[in-house]
DNA sequence: TCCTAAACTGATAATGATTATCATTACTAA
DNA sequence: TTAGTAATGATAATCATTATCAGTTTAGGA
């Protein structure tokens, strides 16, 4: 892996960003600043940044995939009203993983709890 | 909701194939024999029946959706190397979404637990 | 410093999954 | 039987993502 200027742009971008966005989202962030920035660059750099571990790549909260510069073990929930989505602590089940293997054998390499529902701002509006 | 021919032909088939298929692969098999059947059919009525609650929907295992006639709570398991799909029981974190709610007030509507790693299966093989 | 190979880039075409559109058909309640 | 509406099949459109490719940048020697 080879320095690129791009890359380092799209990390710094994501860490500024609690908003776990997506791939275009990130891209219609930077492109005000960077106006060069290529679309296929940012999903590139991405995937590749995701894939080292220094990011970690979101699936299952909608249709696109979605990133996340903290790279500790933690989970999400996504409100199904403001669509924001919200960090959930590892411990709210920190020995799943090994109660699957214990249960069925399978190693694990990765695991994924999303929650979708109503957030407690959402709750006391309406 | 009106009844109708191809959507009793949808659901019979799904609940004939533990694989979890896609909508795509569920028309694959449909077509063979009804071949009449339109694919954009298949995915309104397993979206539907997904939406009544009479099947489920199962995001994040790979790009595509997949679906399932189990409605009782469980999780899944995707193997990376054969990309079979196992269930997982629910009791291996049934109190989980309850942690959540205590811990954040969030409203839990859904939660979803995939696990990716090796089957026992592709372990023994190697 | 200069040179080259490999990695990276931006633009854009291609893909794959899914949804929208729309004219036609099938269900159902009166 | 009929009218109203939901559902269908065909296909165009969309959306997220990946592949392609010619040109550019980086890094590690000579």
């Known amino acids: 892996m080879k320095y690129s200027k ?9 860490e500024m960003n609690v908003i776990h966005p997506t791939a275009d989202e990130l891209y219609k ?5 960077f106006p060069n920035i290529g679309l296929a660059t940012v999903y590139r750099n991405l995937n590749l940044l995701a894939e080292k571990g220094i990011i970690k790549k979101i699936y299952g909260l909608d249709d696109a995939a979605h990133f996340d510069h903290n790279t500790h073990n933690h989970h999400h929930f996504i409100c199904t009203k403001c669509n924001k989505i919200y960090d959930i602590p590892y411990d709210i089940a920190s020995d799943i993983a090994d109660n699957v293997w214990k249960k069925t054998g399978f190693t694990i390499e990765k695991t994924e709890l999303s929650f979708h529902g109503i957030c407690k701002n959402c709750q006391t509006k309406n």
Chains 1, 2 share one sequence.
């Open 29 to 33: 962030l930077i492109i005000k600043d």
């Open 6 to 14: 791009q890359r380092e742009i799209i990390l710094r971008a994501l």
